[in-house]
């Protein structure tokens, strides 16, 4: 008697024998009893439910055998059928039920072995293997599942002592029906807990699914925004002087053309996972776009005081907050400063709003810095303007 279990079921199918601990569990994915009983689950619990029916063919000949008529002999082999077709049926019904429902089919199962007694007698205890086996099949905890099973056995030892005699052959129906029950059990244990290892598996990739996309967002929004404040000042920059100073605009211009191209290669980098940001290479990108939008730029010579696993996030920071500078402060000042635990960038322009406070950008970069174990602060600066303050 063995049941089977299929990995490649329906990923919207429960896997057979779902723990009942979660009292809540109705019909989920299984939606009505009559695909419960055609899903995939059940097909492999048919297979091997349906060669431990075998065993029922003793108990119809002991039906027939006691039979005083053929009419008696019908009825009891079509009760036989009935209570085949219900252990048939009893493990995909009890799947898709709650703790109460599940036990219901068991009790059910067990009582309907009993309209078998004017035939059997107390010798129906071969039947009560299935009703172990169903119980077992239900998956409870298993300090719910081991006392029933057991008081099966038992029950079976002491029906067949008192009517068969005690002799040796008494041990060996109870030992079957706790045998294969507890086997049972295990199995669709085990089974349930394959099938939650694969519903946390799909949820962790769908997690990480939506953080790869969160970050590529991110990114891309970081990239361009950046590139393209610089593009645009540039852009308004040269045609200022394209009447003024020819030279000076083409110079521009073909900075912009450099640009659009470098921020090109930054988004085919960046969905391919490949980009890495450096504070040094932010500070030059951050004084080129800060004198071609006229702010005097106040920068650090040198990088030396940011720790080495600290300068992606820090060149992250001087991008976005540079960036803010160029587009929304109204400045003549930004100053950029690099500590060990410490990266800030003020400007004297207009200061802090609720807008720019809760920008996608500064949203974003709060992101980053927050997956380090740091911590962003925006407010006023001592230069009257805005302050970006990320502590590492």
């Not at 429960?14 to 009559?34: E, M």
Request: hydrophobic share 50%.
């Amino acid at each position: 008697m063995h049941a089977t279990s299929r990995g490649d079921g329906l990923d919207a199918d429960p896997p057979p024998g779902t723990p009942v601990r979660r009292p809540d569990a109705t019909i989920r994915a299984t939606g009505t009893l009559p695909r419960a009983l055609w899903s995939r689950q059940a097909a492999g619990w048919y297979v091997g439910a349906g060669f431990a029916l075998v065993w029922l063919v003793s108990l119809a000949q002991q039906v027939v055998a006691q039979s005083a008529s053929t009419s008696s002999a019908t009825v009891g082999v079509l009760l036989l059928a009935m209570f085949a077709v219900a252990f048939l049926v009893s493990a995909p019904l009890a799947w898709t039920l709650r703790t109460r429902g599940r036990l219901t089919v068991c009790a059910g199962l067990f009582a309907l072995s009993f309209t078998l007694f004017p035939w059997l007698g107390w010798d129906i205890a071969p039947a009560w293997a299935y009703v172990g086996v169903t119980f077992g099949m239900c998956a409870f905890p298993w300090r719910w599942t081991w006392p029933p099973i057991l008081g099966l056995g038992v029950l079976a030892l002491v029906t067949d002592g008192l009517t068969g005699g005690w002799d040796a052959n008494v041990i060996w129906v109870p030992a079957i029906i706790v045998s294969i029950s507890l086997v049972m059990a295990s199995i669709a244990r085990t089974t349930a807990t394959m099938g939650e290892l694969r519903r946390t598996q799909r949820q962790l990739e769908a997690l990480a699914v939506e953080r790869e996309r969160g970050r590529v967002a991110r990114d891309i929004h970081d990239i361009l925004g950046h590139s393209l404040t610089v593009v645009t000042v540039k852009a308004e920059l040269a045609s200022r002087l394209v009447d003024v100073d020819p030279q000076r605009a083409k110079a521009e211009m073909a900075e912009v053309e450099s640009l659009a191209r470098g921020a090109l290669a930054d988004v085919r980098a960046t969905v391919a996972g490949v980009r890495s940001v450096n504070v040094s290479g932010e500070l030059a990108a951050a004084k080129a776009a800060l004198a071609a939008a006229g702010i005097a730029a106040e920068l650090p010579s040198s990088t030396d005081a940011v720790p080495p696993g600290r300068r992606e996030l820090a060149g992250w920071v001087v991008r976005e907050g540079v960036t803010n500078v160029v587009r929304h402060s109204g400045a003549s000042v930004c100053r950029v400063t690099l500590g060990t635990h410490e990266v800030e960038v003020a400007d004297d322009g207009a200061g802090p709003s609720g807008s720019s406070a809760g920008s996608s950008g500064l949203n974003g970069l709060r992101e980053r810095v927050e997956a380090a174990g740091g911590r962003l602060m925006v407010g006023r600066s001592d230069l009257g303007g805005f302050s970006l303050r990320v502590t590492l």
